[in-house]
């Protein structure tokens, strides 16, 4: 089933004069696990916005299209409404604090308690994040006392304790230790699994490539193509729309090594691996 | 970051008790003497609510406020004394000034009144936490959007000091003397200015973001994460002080 | 170029962010990596005088930073913030990377073409009237960035440079590490890229718990898997994939492992 499907999606921002997002067109199934990748103002962070709605409702501007979110038209509901359905992390750990609330744990409780979540079931989802995330020993501390890795760890924590259908991250994982991230990945590819759909925007390729089902690049409010890591990655033209590949991929084109029976390069370091087990190095 | 209320964190019945508890009897210590319009009944009012902020352990945070307030009534007292139209009986004679019985009987219960609200106030001040009070309030079916504006207003201090402090530390990283005398200080105070009140205004865009995926304006019924505070006394307590209250409303009229 | 020793912090008693620390740090180019909250940021606010040490000192460039002000600090020693917006606050983009420079005392002219050089190598150079707040996140790191580099201090240090950027960007950051390093400036990096780590910086501090973990040549480092792992990092991707295949020393970029496996293949 279509969880998410854009329809010829355009969009300006009030007092520019360039589209952010350019006639986009694509569908997301139930629990599938999409990438949104770009150089830097490629449209990724816009087209989140779209999904939350924040696109055209909060910041106004000129927009054409159509989403819909499980059937039902974006521009037709309320934020308040869409945010029962989907959540979002934004790109800037910093500016996510809603600062009326004085500790991390009161903080992740603040959506919760604005959805109505009983008591008991606040209190098991919120130890629940807290563990997910790895944050219980600040939980006690001031949202704005923390270390950017920790508030961004509290950002994703408090989202993914609402439980949305539909998970819309931007870049979550830019000032999270190597293991944090890896973690934070391995929890939202759970989350794929238990049927909530992701939509990821990240520049960081190799996580990327091991975990997405398919990758939606943009370029200039664009979708140049939306499809497997694989595919996306092989692709010749990467570097011209401002996209370096993964490492493993990289190396692998490098040595014009492909995976076997296949016209596509390796993407992950497991791939890359057993391509490259074997030869002299 | 700290709130800038008073609270004052401590263990006692008077912090057991909820907000409405504590509104009802600033109320009933508000309302009590001037029904009564008696001079006895606002000395007693007051020797409760000091007694009721000694129970609390935070008569010591009372000190400041108190002394502010003192001065303020003093300069009442005197001005009052000496010069109230009313005057008549002089009570004693300092030079060419002469106090008078009337002007200082006035000035006198104004500064039981006030006395009488201040500590009463004091009471839900200092033994609540704002973030309790607006919760209760909200409870009680006050828009949580004024809740949250409510509350943010109890923030806007320390935040304010808070980013002036980021800022200064941005401008001091960057060469510009904030510390030492405090001519350095005050050159150094009047161009953050600008910018702590823009990032405010920036602040609050972003955070209007971050409010909005959060749900803050759904229309499902809201949940709390932490118990209605209440008192098993709660209800004997408000009870009383409404049936005084009416009691003297009653004897006001009638008796 | 800084010396810290016995070097002990905490933002509240009874919660020790920082202690016991002992670094030398001189003109190599130095990355600092560690799990989140270990006490990096804390850390290089300290080597800045923005934070003032419970127990130890601290030397730069021979000023006692205990006993100097930041302000006095900035000519020497330059910290881009991790969040840059605690770090912004002057109305252009231009305004705000000549702020340092004026402040130093730098002649007007002076101050206007070294901003303008920054700018143009965090290439910002057609934004120069915007506003920094309406910039996009990667674009106010790089004009954090530009703004330091204007002061043209001995000491820079970077927290967190790359978040948001993309290959471009990154490789922005990279071409201004190198300028730096060129004209023989110190070039400290607080970072979770273990890729631009490799690529980058001759020495690595790993930070675990508020302590130094390890401490040595970027390519050592990142051949002490274990250490890495207790401090929630790990090597970069390529060292993974020459480690997988059975490559005993230590890749740390995509041209080395090319190199070697040419090499090879030639015997
Ligand atoms: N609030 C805004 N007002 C006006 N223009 C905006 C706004 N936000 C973004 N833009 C513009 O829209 C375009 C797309 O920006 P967007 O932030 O979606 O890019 P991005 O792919 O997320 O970039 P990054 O990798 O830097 O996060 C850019 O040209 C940007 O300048
Ligand atoms: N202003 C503050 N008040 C109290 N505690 C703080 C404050 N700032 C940071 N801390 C705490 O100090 C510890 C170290 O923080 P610091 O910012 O130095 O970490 P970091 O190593 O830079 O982490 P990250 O990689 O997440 O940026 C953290 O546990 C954090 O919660
Ligand atoms: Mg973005
Ligand atoms: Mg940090």
């Known amino acids: 089933m279509n969880k998410i499907v854009v329809e010829g999606l355009k969009y300006k921002y009030p007092l520019s004069d360039t589209l952010a997002l350019d006639d986009l067109s694509f569908q997301v199934k139930e629990g599938e696990f999409i990438g949104i990748i770009g150089k830097n103002s490629a449209g990724k962070s816009t087209l989140c916005q779209a999904l939350v709605g924040l696109v055209p409702h909060f910041y106004k501007g000129a927009y054409g299209g159509k989403v819909f979110i499980d059937g039902l038209e974006v521009k037709n509901q309320t934020i308040a409404d869409i945010s029962l359905k989907v959540g979002m992390v934004f790109q800037n750990p910093f500016t996510q604090v809603t600062g009326s609330k004085m500790t991390v744990y009161e903080e992740i409780a603040f959506g919760l308690e604005n959805i109505g979540i009983p008591r008991s079931e606040m209190i098991a989802r919120i130890d629940y994040v807290l563990d997910l995330l790895k944050i219980e020993q600040v939980k006690d501390q001031n949202p704005f006392d923390l270390s950017g890795g920790q508030m961004q760890r509290m950002a994703i924590a408090s989202i993914i304790a609402m439980k949305p259908d539909i998970l819309v991250l931007d870049e979550p994982t830019s000032q999270l230790d190597p293991a944090g991230s890896e973690e934070v990945f391995q929890a939202i590819q759970s989350l794929s699994k238990q049927g909530i759909t992701i939509i990821l925007a990240e520049h960081k390729m190799e996580k990327v490539a091991l975990y997405c089902h398919r990758v939606l690049l943009l370029d200039d409010g664009k979708m140049v193509d939306i499809n497997t890591p694989g595919k996306i990655f092989s692709r010749g033209d990467l570097e011209q729309h401002g996209v370096a590949a993964p490492v493993y991929t990289r190396v692998c084109k490098e040595l014009g090594v492909r995976k076997a029976g296949t016209s596509e390069f390796p993407v992950t370091l497991a791939e890359a691996e057993s391509v490259l087990r074997g030869r002299k190095i | ?255 | 170029m800084i010396k810290v020793s016995d070097l002990s912090f905490s933002y509240r008693k009874g919660t020790p962010v920082l202690s016991g620390i002992n670094l030398e740090l001189d003109q190599r180019s130095t990355a600092i990596i560690g799990q989140n909250g270990a006490g990096k940021t804390t850390f290089v606010k300290l080597l800045k005088g923005l934070l003032k040490a419970d127990e130890g000192d601290i030397f730069v460039n021979n000023h006692h930073v205990k006993e100097t002000t930041a302000a006095e600090l900035a000519k020497t020693i330059g910290l881009v913030f991790q969040n840059p917006n605690d770090q912004m606050f002057k109305r252009t983009v231009l305004d705000e990377v000549m702020f340092g420079p004026l402040n130093i005392k730098m002649d007007k002219q002076q101050a206007k073409e070294n901003a303008l050089m920054a700018i143009r190598m965090v290439d910002l150079q057609g934004k120069l009237d915007i506003n920094p707040h309406d910039l996009s996140l990667s674009e106010k790191k790089l004009l954090c960035i530009a703004a330091i580099v204007a002061m043209d201090p001995d000491i820079i240090i970077l927290d967190e440079p790359t978040i948001a950027q993309d290959h471009a960007g990154k490789e922005k950051i990279k071409q201004i590490i190198k300028a730096l390093k060129d004209k023989n400036k110190l070039v400290m990096t607080i970072i979770h890229d273990m890729d631009f780590v490799a690529e980058n910086f001759e020495r690595t501090i790993v930070f675990n718990e508020g302590k130094v973990l390890l401490d040595g040549d970027t390519r050592q480092v990142f051949s002490q898997k274990d250490m890495l792992k207790k401090a929630h990092v790990e090597p970069p991707g390529i060292t993974q994939l020459a480690e997988m295949l059975g490559i005993q020393e230590t890749i740390l970029t995509v041209e080395e492992f090319i190199h070697r496996n040419k090499e090879a293949a030639r015997d």
């Open chain 2, 1 to 255: 970051m700290k709130s800038i209320s008073l609270y004052v964190d401590k263990e006692s019945f008077i912090h057991d008790f909820d907000p409405i508890t504590k509104l009802l009897y600033i109320l009933f210590a508000l309302f009590l003497p001037l029904i009564l319009l008696s001079f006895t009944v606002s000395f007693i009012s007051v020797g409760v609510s000091i007694v009721l902020l000694m129970a609390a352990g935070v008569i010591r945070k009372t000190i400041p406020v108190f002394s502010f307030v003192f001065l303020v009534l003093i300069t009442v007292v005197i001005i009052q004394g000496l010069f109230r139209p009313e005057n008549e009986t002089i009570l004693f004679q300092i030079g060419p000034l002469a106090m008078y019985k009337e002007g200082l009987l006035y000035a006198l219960t104004i500064t039981l009144r006030v006395m009488n609200i201040v500590s009463a106030f004091l009471i839900l001040v200092l033994t609540t936490k704002p973030s309790d009070l607006v919760e209760t309030l909200v409870r009680k079916g006050m828009s949580p959007r004024i809740g949250y504006v409510i509350v943010s207003v109890f923030q806007i201090i320390p935040e304010m000091m808070a980013s002036m402090s980021t800022i200064t530390d941005a401008q001091r990283a960057r060469g510009m003397e904030t510390e030492g005398k405090l001519s350095v200080r005050m050159k150094a105070f009047l161009p953050l200015l600008g910018p702590v009140i823009l990032g405010a205004l920036i602040n609050t865009k972003e955070r209007a973001l971050a409010l909005e995926v959060r749900g803050f304006n759904s229309h499902v019924p809201k949940t709390y994460l932490y118990e209605e505070k209440t008192h098993a006394l709660s209800k004997w307590v408000q009870a009383i002080l409404l049936l005084l209250l009416v009691g003297a409303g009653v004897w006001r009229i009638f008796g």
